[in-house]
């Protein structure tokens, strides 16, 4: 064979390796897949620690590490007993366990429900222990008596307005609610 049909055959050989190269590049990086990465999460997430004895619950809020920072507020709502003998509960928040009563029927972690006396509850941190204790008990509670002590609390982002003061807006939560019930007579 000759020379000239040589180069020709080759060149014919390249131009239809060349051509198919660019389909094959396309499938390649459309189906290539990756493995591994890292976890990425936005806002911030709450939760709720309750222990009952004695006929008291303690309640701690921790915010996840890495969160946002939030303020938190913490509500109880009981049913049971109340009906038949009138228990009642009432809030020990420890010596300087910072918490403070709205006069909403809301506990607020801080020492008032304002902004400026809320304090703020950083990604890692935990509230310190509010103790909700059951009083005015039957002294002997019949069979089949039970009562409910659900702790319903929230929290908001920490936000700032234009002046770079903080504030707080309960009705713009973006985070979970949580609740928990416990301590049957």
């Given amino acids: 064979m000759s020379k000239r049909k040589w180069l ?3 060149l014919t050989f390249a131009l239809i390796i060349s051509a198919s190269i660019q389909p094959a590049i396309a499938y390649f990086t459309s189906f290539v897949r990756a493995v591994g990465g890292f976890e990425v999460t936005v806002g911030d997430t709450t939760t709720i620690e309750e ?3 004695d006929w008291k619950k303690e309640i701690t809020i921790r915010n996840k590490d890495g969160s946002a920072p939030v303020f938190i507020r913490a509500k109880v709502i009981y049913t049971g007993l109340d009906e038949k003998e009138g228990f009642e509960v009432s809030f020990e928040d420890g010596e300087n366990a910072g918490w403070s009563d709205g006069g909403d029927g809301y506990y607020y ?4 429900s304002s902004a400026k006396g809320l304090t703020p509850l950083k990604g890692g941190e935990s509230t310190k222990t509010l ?3 059951i009083t005015n008990i039957p002294e002997k509670p019949t069979e089949g008596d039970s009562f409910s002590v659900t702790v319903i609390y929230e929290s ?3 936000r700032y307005d234009e002046a770079g003061n903080v504030t707080v807006n309960w ?3 973006i985070i979970e609610v949580g ?3 416990g301590g049957n007579s």
Avoid at 109 to 112: E, I, K
């Fill in 8 to 10: 020709l055959a080759l």
């Fill in 171 to 173: 009705d713009a939560q």
């Fill in 109 to 112: 972690y801080g020492t008032s």
């Fill in 131 to 133: 103790t909700v204790e």
């Fill in 179 to 181: 609740s928990t019930t």
């Fill in 156 to 158: 908001t982002p920490v």
């Fill in 51 to 53: 222990e009952y004895s």
